[in-house]
């Protein structure tokens, strides 16, 4: 008896080891999921910085380079020229898209990092039925409630 009591623990243990090792996974996974959201979420940020720089400089470059011009500098309006203002907001924008170019080729390799991992540890995404019928119904619910014109 003492021997069959042995192996229902070891069994017991067994698949508490086999939800822990799940839970892990499934942790990582996550991180790995919130990673890349992080990446793209930044990467946005920085591609709106760029165009916003592209407007600076579509608005000031026909313009006298003698003018003056004021430039926030660490949350400080300074008086410049555009002739010193331009070259910096360039060299400004170019860097922000190095950074975008380095944050994609992190993202590859990061999209590439889950796919392998999805692979290994066999994880398939779907939505569940319920999800998907709440999300059609999000959808059509979105363009309802809208008031257009005055109140009656």
Do not use: W
């Not at 069959?4 to 996974?25: V, Y």
């Not at 990467?43 to 430039?71: F, K, N, W």
């Not at 995404?125 to 998907?132: L, M, Y």
């Amino acid at each position: 008896m003492h021997y069959t009591g042995g192996m229902a623990s070891r069994a017991g243990s067994d698949s508490r080891e086999l939800q822990m090792n799940e839970q892990l996974i499934l942790n990582t996974y996550a991180n790995m999921r919130t990673e890349v959201n992080q990446i793209y979420s930044k990467i946005t940020e920085l591609e709106m910085e760029v165009s916003e720089h592209s407007l600076v400089i579509g608005a000031i470059q026909p313009l006298d380079p003698s003018r003056r011009c004021y430039r926030m500098v660490g949350g400080v309006l300074v008086e410049r020229t555009i002739n010193e203002v331009l070259p910096a907001v360039q060299r400004n924008k170019e860097g922000l898209e190095e950074v975008i170019a380095r944050l994609n080729e992190a993202l590859e390799k990061k999209k590439k990092e889950i796919a392998e991992f999805e692979l290994k540890y066999k994880i398939k995404i779907r939505k569940a039925d319920s999800e998907a019928k709440e999300d059609t119904s999000q959808k059509e619910g979105s363009a309802q409630g809208v008031l257009v014109g005055p109140a009656s």
